[in-house]
């Protein structure tokens, strides 16, 4: 019954936050070097797995995995800054 009574709309107060997230996400991954922002870029926003990442850069698996901790580190330090929502 409160699935029913829910309006699935976003209000635009969380649009605004939403745009401004993203924004914050995007200047922050400019932030990062070329080759941590491609393993990010093509692992998260492109949802290729690990293997696929990996051949698409032409290194091991095991070499993207221990790539993408460095910039998830750098990201989190940088997007800290954002606070989370509830709801």
Known sequence: LVD???DPKPV???LVEIRETGTAVWEALAKLSPSLRAVIILRYFLNLSTDETAERLTAPAATIRWRLQEP???LRRLLSSIKPTAG
Do not use: A, H, S
Request: glycine share 0%.
């Open 72 to 74: 998830r580190k750098q």
């Open 4 to 6: 029913l009574l829910l």
């Open 12 to 14: 635009p107060e969380d």
